[in-house]
């Protein structure tokens, strides 16, 4: 029998703590609701690593504001880095898949999570 995401969850979080379980449940929205706005088809819902992260920003963004950039801080993603952390250790214990190809450093030096998550409230300078 398959483990459930909880289940699988904990098991992360019995070998490591660098983030909350909250962490791994907002990754998990974040990707389906990118699937789901990239219209992936149900039998390949793949999604590049620069896709799932930048879908990760938006969703932080539909969900939280203004304060998504405190939120993710408060759980210690501050870098696309650490989306590719929650990734395989999501992929590591079995319930986030990969393919052929797929590394975890795809996921390293993208654009930053507070450029991202600021970018919307910045305001305009006027000369």
């Not at 149900?42 to 896709?51: D, G, M, R, T």
């Not at 650490?82 to 030096?109: A, C, M, P, T």
Request: glycine share 6%; charged share 25%; aromatic share 12%.
């Amino acid at each position: 029998m398959a483990q459930s995401f909880e289940d699988a969850v904990e098991q992360i979080l019995q070998k490591t703590e660098d983030y909350p379980a909250d962490a791994y449940f907002f990754i998990r929205a974040a990707l389906d609701a990118t699937v789901e706005k990239c219209r992936k088809p149900a039998e390949n819902p793949h999604l590049s690593a620069e896709e799932l992260y930048f879908g990760f920003c938006a969703y932080a963004l539909e969900e939280y504001g203004p304060l998504a950039l405190a939120v993710m801080e408060q759980w210690g993603i501050t870098e696309s880095s650490h989306v590719g952390d929650l990734v395989y250790n999501l992929i590591e214990v079995g319930v986030f898949g990969k393919q052929e190809g797929d590394k975890r450093e795809q996921f390293d030096g993208l654009t930053p999570v507070s450029t991202l998550l600021n970018a919307p409230y910045e305001t305009i300078q006027t000369a």
